[in-house]
């Protein structure tokens, strides 16, 4: 007697690329939260009272671009894994237009510039004048040409050399 032969689901396990394809919880993208940093961070942060979001739109990420209930909420949130890779991706440089060209080989490369990312302060640190600081890290190439390694290379060399 033979086995009835199953019918194979053709989508099964596509369930992970499904939500990703949903619209309905979509964020901003980096390079509109890069623009938000540099533009208005500070018109962000202290939004008026807005009855549809929730909290009132009092409390807001910048970096994640999400609304939270409360302060305790979205200092929990400072925390979090999520909020800490989202601060870690901001770092690059965002991918723009000229890169782009650059990558079709319009131009030469040029490496994207890496920033230093803090987290926001909170309500009462904007009120008192601190804001979102997003400053370039310098490169290493004046490291190199110090005189401690040139002279740290030239011991090498003298070593190499005997």
Wanted: aromatic share 6%; net charge positive.
């Amino acid at each position: 007697m033979g086995m009835v032969t199953k019918r194979k689901k053709m989508h099964y396990g596509d369930t992970h690329l499904q939500r990703r394809w949903r619209v309905r919880n979509r964020r901003r993208d980096l390079d509109q939260i890069d623009d938000d940093l540099r533009t208005r961070s500070g018109e962000l942060i202290n939004q008026n009272v807005d009855l549809d979001k929730p909290g009132f739109a009092q409390f807001y990420c910048v970096h994640c671009a999400k609304y939270f209930i409360d302060d305790t909420a979205m200092q929990a949130h400072f925390r979090t894994k999520v909020h800490k890779r989202r601060l870690k991706a901001l770092e690059i440089e965002p991918y723009s237009i000229e890169e782009a060209e650059r990558a079709a080989g319009r131009g030469s490369f040029v490496k994207p510039k890496k920033r230093s990312m803090e987290t926001q302060p909170s309500k009462e640190d904007v009120v008192a004048g601190k804001r979102i600081r997003v400053e370039e890290v310098p490169e290493d190439t004046d490291a190199i040409d110090s005189p401690t390694t040139s002279k740290t290379r030239r011991k090498k060399a003298e070593k190499m050399e005997t």
